[in-house]
C-alpha cells in the first residue's frame, strides 16, 4: 500500500506517525514544499523573540526520527492530483502513484489590495524565510508597522515586541482580534496593547505602500484616513487562506476549505484532508468549518491516518478554540463565543484589572465563552462546551455570578459520577 501525505506540519506528520503505528508495512511519503526539516509555523514567533533557534521549531528534535519509523520525507511542490488515475505530479519529480492520499497543505497568507505590498521591507511572516528576513530588520529601535490585528497577527506582535521595537499596528475591524473577542473583550485587549506603549488603530485600512528615500529607504504607509506611518519594515498579518489551487480539475469537493466526513474523508473514495485545508463538522455549528487551531489539525490527522489505514474512526467534531498571549494579557475564546439568537447570556467586566468572562447558553448548556486574565478557568470552559453539560439549576447561578463557573463545573461533574 502506497501513503502519500501531502504538507508536513502537525497534522501530515502526527498523521505519517500514526499510519506507521497501524500500517507496520506499507510505504508512507510525506511531501513538504520548504527545503526545511517539518517545523512548526506557531514555534516562529519564539524563534523570532530568541527564545529558542531554528532547530526549536522542528516537529520532531530527535535525529533520525523519521528514518526509524520508516516515513519517507520529499521536499516539493505537489501541482496537481488525479484522483481517477490515483496519481499526482510533483513540480521537480514529476508523477508519482498512491493507494491513499491525504491532503494536509495548511494555510497561505492573504495579501491584500494594497499599493505598495510588494515593495522590499513588506514580508508575511509564515514561513522560516519570512522570519529570518524579519529578524534583519526588526532590530531594537527600528519602527515596525504591522497589518491587522486578528490571532495570527496578535501572536506576532508579541515577538515584535519582545525585540525593543516601535510598533504600529492596523486593524480594520473595529476591535483587536474582531474573529476571537467580543467587542468589549477586543477593546480590552487595545487598550492593554496601547498601555504597553504600542499603538493601535482599528476601523482603519493601509490603503499605499511606498518608499520614503528610494529601495533601501525607508517605508511611508498611507492609511484611508490620510494619515502617514513611516516604517522600517511593514508586516502583513491580514489572515490565511487554505491551499486548494492545485485541486482544481480534480474532483475533489471544496467550499472555504476541502470538504470532509466525520471520518476526514473528502468527496473522493480514498482521498482525505485534514488541518487548516479542510472543511470539517463543527462541534458546536454542526455546519462544516475551516477550524484553523492545532488541537484540532493532530486530531483530523489521526483519525484520517487510522481511516486509511482501515481501521475505522470518527470525530465527534471540532470546537473552536483559542487562547493568545498578548504582552502577557491571556485571552481565550470557544464555541459559539458570540452566542445563539434567543439564548441567555452573561457578562462580567472588571476594566480596571483587565479581567472579563462572557458566557453564552442554549436552554440549561454552555455552548460559548469568551475569557480575558482569568487562565484559571480555560479548562473548566472547555470541559462544559466540549462535554455539552447540561447545568440545569446552576445556569441560573451564572446568569447571577458567571465567576461561579468552576463551581459548577464541579457540581455537575459530581452529579454525574
Not at 511519503?29 to 522542528?58: F, K, N, Q, V, W
Not at 488515475?85 to 502513484?97: K, S, T, V
Not at 496593547?193 to 511611508?220: F, M, N, W, Y
Not at 447570556?345 to 472579563?356: C, G, N, P, R, T
Request: glycine share 10%; with cysteine; charged share 25%.
Amino acid at each position: 500500500m502506497e501513503h502519500v501525505i501531502i504538507g508536513n506540519g502537525p497534522a501530515g506528520v502526527v498523521a505519517a506517525e500514526a499510519l506507521r503505528a497501524a500500517d507496520p508495512a506499507s510505504r508512507i511519503m510525506l511531501i513538504g514544499d520548504e527545503p526545511h526539516p517539518p517545523y512548526s509555523r506557531m514555534a516562529l514567533p519564539y524563534l523570532m523573540m530568541g527564545r529558542i533557534d531554528e532547530p526549536g521549531t522542528y516537529l520532531r528534535k530527535t535525529p533520525g526520527h523519521f528514518d526509524r519509523l520508516r516515513i519517507e520525507l520529499q521536499a516539493d511542490r505537489v501541482e496537481q492530483v488525479d484522483p481517477r488515475a490515483g496519481r499526482l505530479r510533483l513540480r521537480q519529480a514529476g508523477p508519482m502513484a498512491y493507494d491513499r492520499l491525504l491532503i494536509a497543505t495548511g494555510s497561505r497568507p492573504v495579501t491584500p489590495p494594497i499599493l505598495g505590498v510588494d515593495l522590499p521591507g513588506v514580508h508575511s511572516c509564515w514561513t522560516m524565510e519570512d522570519a529570518r528576513k524579519i529578524m534583519e530588520r526588526a532590530t531594537k529601535g527600528s519602527r515596525v508597522l504591522q497589518i491587522g490585528a486578528g490571532f495570527i497577527g496578535c501572536i506576532i506582535l508579541e515577538a515584535l515586541a519582545a525585540r525593543g521595537v516601535h510598533l504600529t499596528v492596523v486593524e480594520m475591524g473595529d476591535r483587536m482580534v474582531p474573529r476571537m473577542m467580543t467587542p468589549v473583550a477586543g477593546d480590552m485587549i487595545r487598550m492593554w496593547c496601547e498601555a504597553k506603549k504600542v499603538r493601535v488603530h482599528v476601523a482603519s485600512r493601509v490603503v499605499a505602500i511606498r518608499s520614503a528615500k528610494g529601495k533601501s529607504g525607508p517605508l511611508l504607509a498611507t492609511l484611508d484616513s490620510k494619515d502617514e506611518i513611516r516604517a522600517d519594515l511593514v508586516i502583513v498579518a491580514a489572515g490565511v487562506r487554505p491551499n486548494t489551487e492545485f485541486l482544481d480539475g480534480s474532483g475533489i469537493a471544496c467550499d472555504a476549505g476541502i470538504l470532509v466526513d466525520e471520518t476526514m474523508q473528502t468527496s473522493v473514495p480514498g482521498v482525505y484532508a485534514a488541518g487548516d485545508v479542510s472543511q470539517a463538522p463543527d462541534l458546536s455549528t454542526g455546519t462544516k468549518t475551516v477550524n484553523a487551531i492545532q488541537p484540532n489539525a493532530v486530531e483530523q490527522g489521526r483519525i484520517a491516518a487510522l481511516n486509511m489505514a482501515g481501521k475505522p474512526a470518527r470525530s465527534h467534531g471540532g470546537l473552536a478554540l483559542n487562547v493568545l498571549d498578548t504582552l502577557g494579557l491571556i485571552s481565550s475564546s470557544f464555541g459559539k463565543w458570540w452566542g445563539e439568537p434567543g439564548g441567555d447570556s452573561v457578562e462580567l467586566v472588571d476594566a480596571e484589572h483587565f479581567k472579563y468572562l462572557s458566557l453564552q447558553f442554549q436552554e440549561d448548556r454552555l455552548i460559548g465563552a469568551t475569557s480575558i486574565g482569568l487562565t484559571e478557568d480555560v479548562g473548566v470552559l472547555r470541559g462544559l462546551i466540549d462535554g455539552r453539560v447540561r447545568l440545569g439549576p446552576w445556569k441560573a447561578h451564572l446568569l447571577r455570578d458567571p465567576i461561579r463557573i468552576k463551581e459548577a463545573y464541579l457540581a455537575r461533574a459530581q452529579a454525574a459520577a
